[in-house]
């Protein structure tokens, strides 16, 4: 069973590894980001709570990330394994997903860190374009999609995120570094962390977490 965490800070690859992985290994990405912006987008109560805080680049509050959460592992294609992308992002979500795990039977087995250093995160955000539809990430310098401002997965046209401004990704890079940045340690300790260097190329850095996780299936 692979119960993955992908971890790392705004930039350093991970919605990238986690499509490329969903894709090899059949299993559900589940990406807190993509939830709450579906939420914005389709108006609900829930989406109306969070737009000012994504915006802004805040954290959204750990108990109504830690209900999305525990509602969406609780599926049933979760069983035989999943992606974590973006959750858990603070100590508290990270307890509350020891607990969940026990209690759903799915406890995390495997975290996978990428790191990448603070003036490469600004190049690529600054470049982001992503796909509000599937998901897929792309870059307009580093990984331009085929065809321009169109997704390669699904034909929808790119957008860029109402986050992936300057002042947004200030604050949720010190949000990184002050709340989620704490829980590697708290990985580490558990003998579930594994380091893997965002700057190889996404080609090289997929074949690396692919044969971490051929090992540990
Ligand atoms: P992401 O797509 O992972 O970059 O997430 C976009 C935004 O959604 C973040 O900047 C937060 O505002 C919010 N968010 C996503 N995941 C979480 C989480 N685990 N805890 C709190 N806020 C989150």
Same mark, same amino acid.
């Given at each position: 069973? %692979?119960?993955? +965490? %992908? @971890?790392? /800070?705004?930039?350093?690859?991970?919605? #990238?590894?986690?499509?490329?992985?969903?894709?090899?290994?059949?299993?559900?990405? +589940? !990406?807190?980001?993509?939830?709450?912006?579906?939420? &914005?987008?389709?108006?609900?109560? %829930?989406?109306?709570? *969070?737009?000012?805080?994504?915006?802004?680049?805040?954290?959204?509050?750990?108990?109504?990330?830690?209900? &999305?959460?525990?509602?969406?592992? !609780?599926?049933?294609?979760?069983?035989?394994?999943?992606?974590?992308?973006?959750?858990p992002?603070t100590i508290p979500q990270a307890e509350a997903l020891e607990? @969940?795990? $026990?209690? &759903?039977?799915?406890?995390v087995?495997?975290?996978?860190? +990428?790191?990448?250093?603070?003036?490469?995160?600004?190049?690529?955000?600054?470049?982001?374009?992503?796909?509000?539809?599937?998901?897929?990430?792309?870059?307009?310098?580093?990984?331009?999609?085929?065809?321009?401002? &169109?997704?390669?997965?699904?034909? !929808?046209?790119?957008?860029?995120?109402?986050?992936?401004?300057?002042?947004?990704?200030? *604050?949720?890079?010190?949000?990184?570094?002050?709340?989620?940045? /704490?829980l590697? !340690?708290f990985y580490?300790?558990?003998?579930?962390?594994?380091?893997?260097?965002?700057?190889?190329?996404?080609?090289?850095?997929?074949?690396?977490?692919? #044969?971490?996780?051929?090992?540990? $299936?």
């Amino acid at each position: 069973m %692979l119960n993955i +965490i %992908l @971890m790392g /800070p705004p930039g350093a690859g991970k919605g #990238t590894q986690a499509v490329k992985l969903e894709r090899a290994f059949k299993l559900p990405h +589940i !990406s807190t980001g993509d939830m709450f912006r579906e939420e &914005i987008s389709s108006g609900s109560e %829930l989406g109306n709570q *969070v737009k000012a805080i994504i915006e802004k680049g805040d954290l959204v509050p750990d108990e109504l990330t830690v209900a &999305i959460v525990k509602a969406r592992l !609780s599926k049933d294609d979760c069983a035989a394994g999943y992606i974590l992308d973006g959750f858990p992002r603070t100590i508290p979500q990270a307890e509350a997903l020891e607990k @969940m795990g $026990e209690e &759903i039977g799915r406890k995390v087995g495997l975290v996978i860190n +990428i790191s990448a250093p603070d003036e490469e995160l600004v190049r690529r955000i600054g470049g982001r374009r992503v796909c509000p539809k599937c998901g897929a990430s792309y870059n307009v310098v580093s990984m331009k999609p085929r065809k321009e401002g &169109i997704c390669d997965r699904c034909g !929808s046209p790119l957008i860029q995120r109402k986050d992936d401004n300057e002042a947004s990704f200030k *604050v949720r890079l010190a949000n990184y570094y002050k709340s989620t940045a /704490p829980l590697l !340690s708290f990985y580490k300790g558990k003998g579930l962390l594994h380091d893997f260097d965002g700057m190889v190329g996404s080609d090289k850095l997929f074949e690396e977490l692919r #044969t971490l996780l051929n090992v540990s $299936e």
